[in-house]
């Protein structure tokens, strides 16, 4: 009798065993996924936070070298400052509990996390802090050359404080506690061709405004060329932002899965396009294909994708980022009649950041709607009407406490020597001082 209860007893330890397993198999694959999600996002941070070598290689090149010690200088503090601003004011005021879609009311110091771990409260922190970084350092080249350093890190402090954070409360908010005003209408940005670039771009037309242009880039209006001193420098530097920006896009998902895959090649092939453009323009306008132009058209693909790199297929991502390198060449010079922008940042970031984000409502690929794109244009031109009226204000205000610009002969010796008594190149430049001091002899004698 006690034989035929063995088998079913047998069974229902197997049955119950093989159940006990199939959940902890389960639990695992959750926890793996939840682990690689943490990896993922903090990996993509820091090759977004390694973009600020790029920014600063960049700008380097695309300006002389009696200024280049001052641009690694702003680099570094867009980055070392900014972020500090960005923990104690800037996080809460972008994603904390939102006050009727518009900003932030908690969550400063990265206080009040809401239903988040502390685990991933930091690891998204560090995600968006090297974003709102990105934003600043955005103005630093479109500025460079003849702006006081200590006013143009009182700007950085605020833009990445204040100014980017309030935006982004509207685009994305809902990331963490919040909720948008944006976002709730449909906005699509999903990197940030509007929410970090385009109010980096618009913020430098603002500052560029104020500050005025460099001495010699206008002659009877007319702008003159005032060429950077590297453009292997400048050439490094867009290499490592392309780098960098498949952590920019990519990353934004925070999630460690197969969904990254189309946002980096479509990130790849954008950036090919908008190079490839630019350069057959400068080609057909001058008969030259023009190396400045072309990196900068690069950048021009990868802010004309990052909105829509999650939502556009492949063939509309070369599209946008062929029309991005085109509107980099175009835009550029129309600007340039205005405005001296010294390494054409309102172009790349601000007007291409608009054409990156209208570009993910026209190819969308769920289909086009007129109503998608409005939202688009929505957003984009909320982007302009908050950015450059409030950095205007804030530019002026700053210039009232702290001039903004240096006068016309501590430029001309170059910002290295007067902001930060020191060179790039103190040995170049030691031998360029005395041979004109040799030729000035030699002319008194």
Same mark, same amino acid.
């Given at each position: 009798? *006690?034989?035929?209860? &063995?088998?079913?007893?047998?069974?229902?330890?197997?049955?119950?065993?093989?159940?006990?397993?199939?959940?902890? !198999?389960?639990?695992? !694959?959750?926890?793996?996924?939840?682990?690689?999600?943490?990896?993922?996002?903090?990996?993509?941070?820091?090759?977004?936070?390694?973009?600020?070598?790029?920014?600063?290689?960049?700008?380097?090149?695309?300006?002389? /070298?009696?200024?280049?010690?001052?641009?690694?200088? *702003?680099?570094?503090?867009?980055?070392?400052?900014?972020?500090?601003?960005?923990?104690?004011?800037?996080?809460?005021?972008?994603?904390?509990?939102?006050?009727?879609?518009?900003?932030?009311?908690?969550?400063?110091?990265?206080?009040?996390?809401?239903?988040?771990?502390?685990?991933?409260?930091?690891? =998204?922190?560090?995600?968006?802090?090297?974003?709102?970084?990105?934003?600043?350092?955005?103005?630093?080249?479109?500025?460079?050359?003849?702006?006081?350093?200590?006013?143009?890190?009182?700007?950085?402090?605020?833009?990445?404080?204040?100014?980017?954070?309030?935006?982004?409360?509207?685009?994305?908010?809902?990331?963490?506690?919040?909720?948008?005003?944006?976002?709730?209408?449909?906005?699509?940005?999903? !990197?940030?061709?509007?929410?970090?670039?385009?109010?980096?771009?618009?913020?430098?037309?603002?500052?560029?405004?104020?500050?005025?242009?460099?001495?010699?880039?206008?002659?009877?209006?007319?702008?003159?060329?005032? &060429?950077?001193?590297?453009?292997?420098?400048? /050439?490094?530097?867009?290499?490592?932002?392309?780098?960098?920006?498949?952590? =920019?896009?990519?990353?934004?998902?925070?999630?460690?899965?197969?969904?990254? !895959?189309?946002?980096?090649?479509?990130?790849?092939?954008?950036?090919?396009?908008?190079?490839?453009?630019?350069?057959?323009?400068?080609?057909?306008?001058?008969?030259?294909?023009?190396?400045?132009?072309?990196?900068?058209?690069?950048?021009?693909?990868?802010?004309?994708?990052?909105?829509?790199?999650?939502?556009?297929?492949?063939?509309?991502?070369?599209?946008?980022?062929?029309?991005?390198?085109?509107?980099?060449? =175009?835009?550029? &010079?129309?600007?340039? *009649?205005?405005?001296?922008?010294?390494?054409?940042?309102?172009?790349?970031?601000?007007?291409?950041?608009?054409?990156?984000?209208?570009?993910?409502?026209?190819?969308?690929?769920?289909?086009?709607?007129?109503?998608?794109?409005?939202?688009?244009?929505?957003?984009?031109?909320?982007?302009?009407?908050?950015?450059?009226?409030?950095?205007?204000?804030?530019?002026?205000?700053?210039? &009232?406490?702290?001039?903004?610009?240096?006068?016309?002969?501590?430029?001309?010796?170059?910002?290295?020597?007067?902001?930060?008594?020191?060179?790039?190149?103190?040995?170049?430049?030691?031998?360029?001082? *005395?041979?004109?001091?040799?030729?000035?002899?030699?002319?008194?004698?």
């Amino acid at each position: 009798m *006690k034989n035929r209860y &063995k088998l079913p007893t047998l069974l229902l330890v197997l049955f119950a065993t093989e159940a006990v397993n199939a959940q902890d !198999a389960a639990l695992s !694959a959750e926890t793996v996924q939840v682990n690689l999600n943490y990896v993922w996002t903090i990996i993509a941070a820091c090759l977004v936070f390694f973009m600020q070598a790029g920014f600063a290689l960049v700008e380097t090149g695309f300006t002389r /070298a009696k200024n280049a010690v001052n641009i690694i200088m *702003k680099n570094v503090m867009d980055v070392s400052a900014g972020s500090l601003a960005f923990f104690a004011l800037g996080f809460g005021l972008m994603f904390g509990t939102t006050a009727a879609g518009w900003i932030g009311t908690d969550g400063f110091f990265l206080s009040e996390m809401g239903e988040w771990s502390t685990e991933w409260t930091y690891t =998204f922190f560090f995600f968006q802090a090297v974003f709102a970084a990105t934003a600043a350092t955005i103005v630093s080249g479109a500025v460079a050359e003849r702006t006081s350093f200590s006013a143009y890190i009182t700007f950085s402090i605020l833009i990445t404080g204040i100014i980017y954070p309030i935006f982004g409360s509207w685009a994305w908010g809902s990331l963490y506690n919040g909720s948008g005003w944006l976002e709730s209408l449909g906005f699509i940005d999903f !990197a940030g061709s509007t929410v970090v670039h385009s109010v980096g771009g618009w913020a430098a037309l603002a500052g560029v405004m104020v500050v005025g242009p460099r001495v010699g880039k206008y002659i009877n209006g007319k702008p003159q060329a005032i &060429k950077g001193h590297s453009l292997p420098t400048a /050439a490094l530097g867009v290499f490592i932002l392309w780098l960098g920006w498949f952590g =920019f896009n990519a990353g934004s998902t925070t999630t460690g899965d197969t969904s990254i !895959a189309l946002i980096a090649l479509n990130t790849f092939l954008a950036a090919g396009a908008g190079a490839t453009m630019a350069m057959i323009v400068t080609w057909i306008k001058t008969g030259k294909p023009d190396g400045e132009f072309t990196l900068n058209g690069v950048l021009a693909g990868l802010v004309g994708i990052t909105a829509g790199c999650a939502n556009l297929t492949p063939g509309f991502a070369i599209l946008a980022g062929a029309i991005a390198g085109v509107i980099s060449y =175009f835009s550029y &010079k129309f600007i340039e *009649k205005y405005v001296d922008d010294a390494v054409g940042a309102i172009t790349v970031h601000g007007v291409c950041g608009a054409w990156g984000t209208l570009a993910a409502g026209l190819f969308d690929s769920a289909g086009f709607s007129w109503s998608v794109v409005g939202v688009q244009a929505i957003g984009i031109a909320a982007a302009f009407l908050w950015t450059f009226p409030v950095s205007y204000i804030v530019f002026k205000t700053i210039d &009232k406490f702290i001039p903004l610009r240096v006068n016309g002969e501590l430029e001309e010796m170059g910002l290295d020597l007067h902001e930060h008594d020191a060179s790039a190149y103190p040995e170049f430049g030691d031998s360029v001082l *005395k041979k004109l001091e040799t030729e000035e002899e030699n002319a008194l004698a």
